[in-house]
T-cell receptor
């Protein structure tokens, strides 16, 4: 298994509170991604990073921000959580000496409930 | 732009029967295609991938898929289903260039149920 951990694994929070999810990798991969998984939608890309301090938006980035100050850590922040952000969040990594290697390896997920 | 459509959100087969999970894609650039499997309460695991070369690709656990450009399809098959194959399966596409470079777009998933 790829060395990817996510914390916390489960979280319940109230509407309007800030939440930060952490993805940590031990593979020294350059590319990291945050997805959310919702029934009937598969996985949708929120944000991704192609290097330290280099990030860009994905398909469903509204209401989310990210930061990457070290190669191994990619943080996802919900500035003010809403019930529509109740979901399972997955982190993924990929690497290639020419760019993304296309196949991505996924962490175990974080189940977030916003009440 | 790229998209993936998985035909059938639920597929049910008997143990020992053929498994066929359908995936069609659209992509404005040459696609790279993937199948992932997700067991309950776990992350996604790569089953197989098509990048270039042979259009019939073999993956783990006896699964294979064939890239058919003319049909824009990448269907997943397994000759004989096993109870342990019960899971959710996702097809995904990544563009080999342009704005889709390196980004995966997923289908909505197909839940496979295997009956004894």
């Amino acid at each position: 298994d790829a060395g990817i951990t996510q914390s916390p694994r489960h979280k319940v929070t109230e509407t309007g509170t800030p939440v930060t999810l952490r993805c940590h990798q031990t593979e020294n991969h350059r590319y990291m991604y945050w997805y959310r998984q919702d029934p009937g939608h598969g996985l949708r890309l929120i944000h991704y990073s192609y290097g330290v301090k280099d990030t860009d938006k994905g398909e469903v980035s509204d209401g989310y921000s990210v930061s990457r100050s070290k190669t191994e850590d990619f943080l996802l922040t919900l500035e003010s959580a809403t019930s529509s952000q109740t979901s399972v969040y997955f982190c993924a990594i990929s690497e290639s000496n020419r760019g993304p290697s296309y196949e991505q390896y996924f962490g175990p997920g974080t189940r977030l409930t916003v009440t | 732009a790229q998209s993936v459509t998985q035909l059938g959100s639920h597929v049910s087969v008997s143990e020992g029967a053929l498994v066929l999970l359908r995936c069609n894609y659209s992509s404005s650039v040459p696609p790279y295609l993937f199948w992932y499997v997700q067991y309950p309460n776990q992350g996604l695991q790569l089953l197989l991938k098509y990048t270039t070369g042979a259009t019939l690709v073999k993956g783990i656990n006896g699964f294979e898929a064939e890239f058919k450009k003319s049909e824009t399809s990448f269907h997943l098959t397994k000759p004989s289903a096993h109870m342990s194959d019960a899971a959710e399966y996702f097809c995904a596409v990544s563009g080999a260039g342009g704005t889709s470079y390196g980004k995966l777009t997923f289908g909505q998933g197909t839940i496979l149920t295997v009956h004894p």
